[in-house]
Structure formats: structure tokens, C-alpha cells
């Protein structure tokens, strides 16, 4: 019976291995799928791509374009010269979501980008890549502005640099005496925020001159009407120095040209204040405070009246249409209208002369800073209103709407 028994556990043992090494050999016929290495493979594309525009290498530019795609590498070679004047110090790609179909894929990339000497984080810009593979590598077929983003101004013809003491002007279709005089007027800028402005900056602004209206527009991803009677915005993503996006200034050469010297000089030294005073902007930060202070900044000192600044508002006020409040962001609005935009730019500016007439300029920049520091809107007001100021918004609109009689009405 002992002997059976070991017998048939033996039998047992031998059919268990049998069938594990069944499945094991069944298992063993179909070769582990190897690892998708598709991202990989397109960032190392793109790293490639990215160090010859630093380095300034054509032929491995164009290396990773696809050799069939005779169009494109004449496109890619013309826009890669375009570049040749731009002091780039970094070029990288990030990659994003990648779709492959078979040997053809479609990604999304943030493209950044740094000039050197102005810029202490990178300018980021979305892109969409084709690609498609063979020969063991991927090439690119496509490359072109991502969802809701803009062309790049080398997209648009050969970049032209002017460079000033504190400023670098980039600009396509513009003539060397107006890139000078464009320097000229943001060195004069720069100081000017500067004796306004306390906190730390950079000191110093990239101003893009683009070939005309429609082209800003492109710049912008924007539609280019919202922008006719605009001379330039700023770009840019608020967030502490350092690790939001670079701003850029870009004119409309169409509205910026018809201004006299002082209205230039207006106009940029109002878009260099909010390069200055973006790392202490924030969503709480109302358009009244943000553009106010920015006027306040570009006017000071220039020994204009009221009614030349506030022209529009003045009218308001001596025909007794008196705002009952301060401007909301909508009213702020491109291309919305023309004399609401302009009452609003005129509100905020009076209310921050006002604060700098009746509490003093350190407390007006102090405000500032701490409203940009809050989370929420009205709470980052109202408790700001109540440290600095020693006022609540009730009152202050109140204030405000007295010194719109006073300094209007006459």
C-alpha cells in the first residue's frame, strides 16, 4: 500500500510538471511585445532640432525634417534664418499628448525658448508636430502653431535686431531708423518704471515689432480687428519671478506710428510696467488696479492735466453721467466700445492718483503688491483696502467718485 501510494504521487508530480511545462512552452512561443518607445524616439528628434537652432547648425536642422518633404525643408530653412540675428541662449521642446498611427504621428509640444540677457525664464509657445518614421527614425513633415496659440515672428519674415542699453527690439518689415527709435523709447521706459516701481525686476524689455496689424494679430492667436486701435499689449502669464512665462511688447506698427514722441513714450512706458509688476499680478488682481497703475506709471511726471488724460471720462462727468462704480475687467475689453474702454483706462488711472495723492506713492505700490498677494478677488480688495489703506471698497468708491467731480467737473 506504501509503495502505491508513493507511486501515485509520483504519477501526480510528473502530470503537474507536464502540464506547467506545457504552459510555460505555450507561453514561451509568442515573444514578450516590446516596449513603445515611440515618445522617446520623437523627443530625441526633437532635442536634436532644438540644439542645432542653438548652435546655429542649418544642415542638422534640417536633418530632422523629412527628406521627402521638399516644401517644408524649403520653409524650415527660410524660418531657421530667419532666426540667425536672435541671441537665443535656450531652445527646448516639451512634449505632450502623441497620437501614432502605423509610421505617422501627431504631437503636442510647448515650445520654450530664452534670449540671452533679458530673459530669466523662458517664453513658452504651443505647438503641433507631424511626424512620420522610416530609416529608424522619425522625421518631421509639420510644424505649426498649437490650439490657441500664435505664429512666431520668425514665421513671419527675417527678424531684424536693434539693440538698446536696456531693451532688444525684434522686429519683420520694419526699417533700421524705426528699430532704433523704438530702442531709443524703451530705454527712456525702463528708468521710468523703475523710479515708480521699487520691487525688484528685470530692468530691461523685449519689444516685438511686427510688419503690420494683421500680422500682431497672428502673433497673438487673435483676430487682428480687436487690436486696431491698440499700439501694443504685453504678453505674458502672471506668477512669481522666475517661473512664469517671459513677457514680450508687441506693437502695432499701424497705431503706434501715427503717436507723436510722448504719446510713444506713454505707451511703452505703460507696457514695460506690466513687465515690471508681473510677478506681483495675479487673478485677484483687478483690470482697474492692473492698467490704473500701469497709466499712473506712463503719466507720471509728464506734467499732463486731467482732461488730457481722462478725456473721454471727463465728458462723462460734466454731462452728469457720473460712473457709479469702479470699472469692471469687462469693461477693459479689445474691441468692444471705443469710449467705454477709454472711461475705464481713465477710472483706474484716477483711482490710483488718487491713492498716490491722498495716501502717499509707497502706499499705492504697497496695495499693490499685497491685492496680487491675495487668492480671491474681493476678499484680496477688501483685506488690502483695510491693511494699507485703512479703508474699505465702499468707502474708497465713494472717495473716488468725489475726486472724479473734483478733478473733472471743473
Not at 122 to 141: C, I, K, N, Q
Not at 352 to 361: F, S, V
Request: glycine content about 10%; some cysteine.
Amino acid at each position: 500500500m506504501a509503495g502505491q501510494g508513493r507511486a501515485r504521487r509520483r504519477a501526480i508530480r510528473h502530470a503537474a510538471g507536464l502540464v506547467l511545462a506545457a504552459a510555460l512552452l505555450a507561453s514561451g512561443c509568442v515573444a514578450p511585445e516590446a516596449p513603445d518607445t515611440t515618445v522617446r524616439d520623437i523627443q530625441r528628434t526633437l532635442e536634436e532640432r532644438a540644439a542645432a537652432v542653438v548652435g546655429h547648425d542649418e544642415s542638422a536642422y534640417l536633418e530632422a525634417v523629412d527628406p521627402a518633404a521638399g516644401s517644408l525643408r524649403t520653409v524650415e530653412r527660410r524660418e531657421f534664418r530667419n532666426l540667425a540675428d536672435v541671441p537665443l541662449s535656450s531652445w527646448e521642446y516639451r512634449l505632450g499628448d502623441v497620437k501614432r498611427q502605423g509610421t505617422r504621428a501627431v504631437a503636442q509640444a510647448e515650445l520654450r525658448y530664452r534670449i540671452a540677457g533679458y530673459d530669466t525664464a523662458p517664453v513658452t509657445a504651443s505647438r503641433t508636430l507631424e511626424l512620420t518614421r522610416h530609416d529608424g527614425r522619425w522625421y518631421v513633415t509639420a510644424d505649426r502653431a498649437g490650439k490657441g496659440g500664435g505664429r512666431q515672428l520668425w514665421e513671419q519674415g527675417e527678424v531684424k535686431v536693434a539693440r538698446g542699453r536696456r531693451s532688444l527690439v525684434l522686429a519683420v518689415g520694419q526699417d533700421a531708423e524705426r528699430l532704433r527709435a523704438v530702442a531709443a523709447t524703451a530705454d527712456r521706459a525702463v528708468p521710468a518704471v523703475s523710479a515708480a516701481w521699487p520691487a525688484p525686476w528685470a530692468g530691461r524689455v523685449v519689444v516685438l515689432v511686427p510688419a503690420s496689424l494683421d500680422a500682431m494679430g497672428e502673433l497673438l492667436g487673435a483676430p487682428a480687428a480687436g487690436y486696431r486701435g491698440i499700439a501694443a499689449v504685453t504678453t505674458g502669464e502672471t506668477g512669481p519671478a522666475g517661473t512664469a512665462p517671459a513677457d514680450r511688447v508687441i506693437v502695432n506698427p499701424e497705431a503706434y506710428s501715427v503717436l507723436g514722441d510722448y504719446g510713444q513714450g506713454v505707451v511703452l512706458t505703460h507696457e514695460t510696467t506690466h513687465v515690471a509688476t508681473r510677478a506681483y499680478t495675479s487673478a485677484a488682481t483687478p483690470m482697474w488696479l492692473s492698467e490704473g497703475f500701469a497709466d499712473w506709471v506712463a503719466y507720471r511726471g509728464t506734467g499732463s492735466s486731467t482732461g488730457q488724460i481722462a478725456p473721454e471720462l471727463q465728458r462723462a462727468v460734466r454731462r452728469g453721467d457720473l460712473p457709479p462704480v469702479l470699472p469692471a475687467d469687462a469693461d477693459f475689453a479689445f474691441g468692444g466700445d471705443g469710449d467705454t474702454l477709454a472711461r475705464a483706462y481713465e477710472g483706474g488711472w484716477l483711482a490710483c492718483e488718487l491713492i498716490a495723492e491722498r495716501w502717499g506713492e509707497r502706499k499705492l505700490t504697497a496695495f499693490y503688491r499685497a491685492v496680487g498677494a491675495g487668492k480671491h478677488r474681493a476678499s484680496a480688495v477688501e483685506k488690502s483696502m483695510a491693511d494699507v489703506l485703512g479703508t474699505s471698497p465702499a468707502d474708497f468708491t465713494v472717495r473716488w467718485r468725489e475726486y472724479l467731480r473734483e478733478r473733472l467737473d471743473g
